[in-house]
RNA sequence: GGACAGAUGGCCGAGCGGUUGAAGGCGUCGGUUUGCUAAACCGAUGUAGGGGCUUAUACCCCUACCGCGGGUUCGAAUCCCGCUCUGUCCGCCA
């Protein structure tokens, strides 16, 4: 959520923002709304600030002369009457003009609120503008020793590779066809070696920040309430990507909600929290289930193991103080973590840095990871896929927008409640990164050759031998 | 699933329908005293919104908040209704 005392200063600034992100914002109707509601606000306020006035100064008085009407015999009740009637008559009015007035705000609050919930952060003013992800630019590509993934896995290796269809089939890996029959397209089984490389890849990730980057490992709740929903900016914009357990259709309090994503349940984990300076930062890392409807994705990567409804991930999330400079500096530090974790996986790797349209209604920068997945773009002539990179991190800092809703703050310096700022990014996305692990690591006989980190998670074996 | 009990500030814990943003205690911070520490004493110590003043802090004023939402009342932490949450006991259970 943006801050509206800032967008009341400059409200251009949000407007461009919306602009460059490629998001339609009824900003006029917010100024209305905003408006209204601090007219409204001022006025009730003046009101109520009278009736507590007269509640102090002739409250006591009424409640006096009740007590004697009481006591009182019949005939002697008119004149108390009277001066109660007069003492009364003034609050009285102030209580009908309140009424009123509440009415107002009740009309109006409601659509402020929900409004405001939609206004995007702008994107930081170093990002570059562009429309999507064809205008985001590459800040650098990595390659292990003797792949260079500018050239075709052929040259690079010496034969034609297998797509991580191929492979997963010819070495029992996943069994497409039984998930589909349980669950639906976009299920998938993992079986054998496949569940192995699957466990192995999520936990190596998993010990390297707890035990390499001193980042705090956490088991949280993939089942959440929807104000965590709302709280960390899925919703609601993204409302449609959750799956809904409608509990509250079962006679129970709340629905509740399967995150897509670990950021859901480390970001709500300090919701409503005060923190004190010196617990800054949270470097947190879990290792999660997510699952994602995949609304709007029809037919797009239907195939596979890329695009599914659920999936394990590692993601590592950092709340530090309100500093611009300090997030870019955690910014930098998680894709470090990152770019060690591929390289020690040897995968050839590349960072970008997306365009103002390629972000979401939460992050003001964003740096995606790319990995070279030799089974993935158009087939060449002789039916080999030319290879292309394949999304497989995304680190974002959202600044305070994300801490603003879940109404996460720390005392700063001075002992002021400040939000923090929010940063987070995958470690590691699986099975999604099984494509280029086994695309790349595919050897000439069909085995597949485990990289040497995660051997110790898969019983020491060395490679995935196809039959 | 059944039966009870409860929800008040950073924490514990009082609270008659009006003078209670809320006693008392603890904690924290500042000060005094003191070889140091400790103790003692004095003072301060919630959040949000709006306004004033200011370059900005500071400061001042107003409003709201005693789990949440309604209601009664001239006036609600206090009375009434609904909801949520927490705890305890019993049952069931991976």
């Known amino acids: 959520m943006i801050d509206i005392k800032a967008f009341r200063e400059n409200p251009a600034r949000f407007v461009q923002g919306a602009k460059d992100k490629g998001m339609n914002v009824d900003f006029p109707r917010l100024t209305a709304l905003d408006e209204q509601r601090r007219n409204i606000l001022t006025e009730l306020e003046h009101k109520r600030a009278e009736q507590n006035r007269l509640g102090k100064e002739s409250g006591p008085q009424i409640g006096k ?47 402020w609120a929900e409004l405001l919930l939609t206004v ?65 397209t976009r299920h998938y089984v993992l079986t054998g070696m496949g569940m192995r490389l699957h ?113 394990d991930k590692v993601e590592q999330v950092v709340v530090c103080r309100a500093d611009d400079a300090e997030s870019r500096t955690w910014h930098k530090t998680m894709l470090e973590s990152v770019e060690m974790i591929l390289q020690s996986l040897e995968l050839p790797y590349r960072l970008l840095q997306c365009c103002t349209g390629d972000l979401g209604v939460k992050n003001e920068d964003m740096i995606d990871v790319e990995c070279w997945m030799p089974g993935r773009g158009d087939s060449t002539a002789d039916g080999v896929p030319s290879g292309a990179y394949g999304e497989t991190h995304s680190a974002s800092r959202l600044g305070d927008f994300q801490c603003r809703r879940l109404n996460l703050r720390y005392k700063d310096e001075g002992g002021r409640p400040t939000f923090a700022y929010a940063l987070n990014n995958t470690v590691v996305a699986s099975p999604r990164i099984m494509i280029p692990l086994l695309e790349i690591h595919q050897n000439a006989d069909g085995s597949v050759t485990i990289p040497a980190p995660l051997r110790k998670h898969m019983g020491g074996i060395e490679r995935i031998e196809p039959g």
């Open 199 to 311: 466990q192995a890849v999520i936990r190596y990730a998993l010990d390297f920040m707890a035990d390499q980057r001193g980042f705090q490992p956490m088991g949280i709740p993939v089942i959440v309430r929807e104000e965590c929903m709302i709280g960390t900016g899925f919703f609601p914009a993204g409302r449609e990507q959750a799956y809904h357990l409608e509990e509250s259709k079962r006679g129970n309090s709340h629905d509740l909600f399967l995150t897509g994503t670990g950021e859901v349940g480390l970001m709500g984990l300090h919701a409503e929290e005060i923190l004190s300076l010196d617990a800054l930062p949270l470097k947190y890392v879990t290792a999660s289930t997510c699952f994602r409807r995949e609304a709007g994705a029809a037919g797009k990567d239907t195939a596979g193991l890329y695009r599914i409804h659920q999936f």
């Open 65 to 111: 002369l009740k007590g004697q009407l009481k006591a009182m015999a019949e005939q002697d009740r008119g004149a108390i009457q009277q001066q109660l009637t007069a003492l009364e008559a003034t609050p009285i009015r102030l209580k009908n003009e309140v009424a009123v007035l509440e009415r107002m705000l009740s009309d109006v609050e409601p659509a």
């Open 120 to 184: 995007p952060q702008p994107p930081a003013t170093d990002v570059p503008k562009g429309a999507g992800s064809d205008d985001n630019i590459e800040i650098r590509r990595w390659n292990p020793t003797g792949f260079d993934a500018a050239k075709p896995f052929a040259t690079n290796r010496g034969f034609k590779p297998r797509t991580h269809q191929e492979l997963v089939r010819s070495l029992r890996l996943v069994d497409f066809e039984r998930g589909v029959k349980m669950s639906g």
